[in-house]
């Protein structure tokens, strides 16, 4: 079993930043590829970033440039940098584990934190 516990959201202004972290515990973390995926209101769940075992990196479009994903394997913790920060980020965002190697599809993901909220505001 793994635990999650994500933490750092809240309400920012258009163009400010904000670092989610997401603390792990339960399993050995470097044997897990770790996610992050929002889901705004009325839509559905999204992709934003992943990070493997090793540091490899993948994010989706609408965030790449703007936002980074990073893991520090001492403090069994992932990060999400967020910075240029639009109203079109506003969601609920998740940290994700998977066994295995990294993926853009919520399904393949066996274990979720319970959302931190970001807020941005115009």
């Known amino acids: 079993q793994v635990q999650l516990v994500e933490s750092g959201g809240g309400l920012v202004q258009a163009g400010g930043s904000l670092r989610l972290s997401c603390a792990a515990s339960g399993r050995t973390f470097r044997s897990l590829a770790m996610g992050w995926f929002r889901q705004a209101p009325g839509k559905g769940r999204e992709f934003v970033a992943t990070?493997?075992?090793?540091?490899?990196?993948h994010y989706a479009g609408s965030v790449k440039g703007r936002f980074t994903i990073s893991r520090d394997n001492a403090k069994n913790t992932v990060y999400l940098q967020m910075n240029s920060l639009n109203p079109e980020d506003t969601a609920v965002y998740y940290c994700?584990?998977?066994?295995?190697?990294?993926?853009?599809?919520?399904?393949?993901?066996?274990?979720w934190g319970q959302g931190t909220q970001v807020t941005v505001s115009s």
């Open positions: 990070i493997n075992w090793s540091g490899s990196t």
């Open positions: 994700a584990a998977k066994m295995g190697s990294t993926s853009y599809l919520y399904n393949d993901y066996g274990y």
